[in-house]
């Protein structure tokens, strides 16, 4: 199944909301309810918006600053109620 830009936002969104950019990350086992979880970071991983951190017991997330900028305008045209919300 394919994953939605909306899934990808909202999860991004949260990375976003915990202030999870560059090397401050967290953990996949926190996005447990997003269905296409592997998909949705693969894609996201190929355009270098999501970074992953391969550890010995756990795989962490974070969002890459050097896109900072579409990364925000991307969760905000997916999820417009959050417009002007996310800094």
Do not use: V
Request: hydrophobic fraction near 35%; aromatic fraction near 12%.
């Amino acid at each position: 199944m394919a994953t939605t830009n909306l899934e990808k936002a909202q999860i991004m969104f949260k990375l976003t909301r915990k202030n999870n950019w560059g090397a401050c990350y967290d953990r996949t086992e926190h996005f447990k309810r997003f269905q296409n979880l592997d998909k949705s970071i693969e894609e996201l991983s190929k355009i270098n918006w999501i970074l992953i951190h391969k550890k010995p017991q756990y795989t962490g997330l974070s969002l890459n600053t050097q896109f900072k900028r579409e990364i925000i305008e991307f969760i905000e045209k997916e999820m417009p109620y959050l417009k002007g919300a996310l800094k």
